[in-house]
């Protein structure tokens, strides 16, 4: 839910349909300002905490009714990147008429200190860049306002370190969805642990996530209904909400600098090949793009099980992961981003999941990336704890600590380590055929 203080509270705007011409867009705009004038008057004030709109509020001026909707992810308790420039934007329209960018102001405010930009306005979307703020636990205040009213307003923005903890269900796992029914704890135990043998969920408050939503339905960032319309603190019940992998990785954060705060916007999605994170797949276009322009800390990554049933997907995979890399840094604008990422664990399900595993080792030198700085890949051939029977394996909180020893490095300007080394290699699985010049192996050539 969103908590604006002296402003006018009303609905949410509807999320924006992809691709509008620009002069549907501006109608839409202004005609969204229009209903939320009405709304606001008719209604009193309201909230929306659908995944599928974005936050949005308004405000009456000498020039007529305004209205700004934000991306969904900007929303109460969120924190933002340390150090480092801070850019936010959202939609805003006039009732009236055209809007003057030099009448938007955009403040945070806290910690005894304050700072402020004035925005630029294109195609009825308002962009502006703070200067850069040091790690606070203590909450600062984010308000846009229009003239002398405020138009959006955030009583609680941390400002810390964020990662995006992004792939399929080994980065996604979490209690809630994964072990929190019967059906499902039995699914995903199997037979070889029980729920006694999970992690201990993390109780820290200094620790904020964001859940994304199964859906590619919107252009906006789709926040998880569980997530009730804010940044959940990773404590008590709500650690549920979060994968294993990503706050345990903020606990060990935490203990070495326990005055910085967390963020994890986690946009891992279980079930899914590396196909649908690259650009032009809909998890990409839905999850990732939105977030183009915000300043992060880096990416932690595990994913590739998907792309281990199929030889094609297998052999594809490093040149898929690389564009992945190289895209991901642009889109969050460091070309140098850490990306820490998880090497498969071993599990035999999969056919191939040796030459995805493989894939990944290879990607480190791969020439395909545009840099190779701050890329560090984690071995977890010896971290399952003895349940390597299951695609879900234990000792997530194995691997945690590894990728912190992986950022601490990074932080240090120091070799990154990958854990224990792999096994040698074996010998090629793989081989051009004689007969049909088809790379594949050897017993699956059909001449």
Known sequence: MLHTARTTRISSAPARPPHLPHDCRRALALLLALCLAVCAGACGSAHNTSARTAPSNSASTASGEVSVAMQPYVAEQMVLQRDAPITLSGLIARQDGEVDASAITVTLTGDGTQRAGKATVKDNRFTTTLDALPASETPYELTVAYGDQ??????????????????????????????????????????????????????????????????????????????????????????????????????????????????????????????????????????????????????????GCNDAWQLQNALDYEAQFSTLINDYRTVFEDPQMPFLYVQLARWDGAQYTQYVRQAQLDTLTDPNLKNTANLGMTVTIDTDKGTSSVIHPLGKDIIAARMASQWRAIRAHKSIPSGPPPPPRAAPATARCNSCSRAAPRRDCAR
């Open 150 to 303: 405020t138009v959006f307003h955030l009583n609680t923005v941390y400002i810390g370190d964020v990662f995006v903890a992004s792939g399929q269900s080994n980065m996604e796992l979490n209690y809630e969805q994964y072990y929190g029914t019967t059906a499902e704890a039995r699914k995903n135990l199997g037979s070889a642990f029980s729920l006694s043998d999970l992690p201990e969920l993390v109780d820290d408050p200094g620790i904020h996530f964001i859940r994304a939503a199964h859906t590619t339905d919107s252009a906006d960032f789709p926040v998880d209904p569980v997530m009730g319309g804010e940044w959940k603190a990773c404590t008590g019940t709500d650690a549920q909400y979060l994968g294993y992998l990503p706050q345990l990785f903020a606990q060990q954060l935490r203990a070495d600098e326990p005055h910085v705060p967390i963020g994890i916007i986690q946009t891992a999605w279980g079930g899914t090949p590396i196909r649908d994170h690259v650009p032009g797949g809909s998890i990409y276009k839905n999850h990732i793009a939105p977030l183009r322009g915000t300043h992060i800390a880096g990416v932690i990554w595990y994913q």
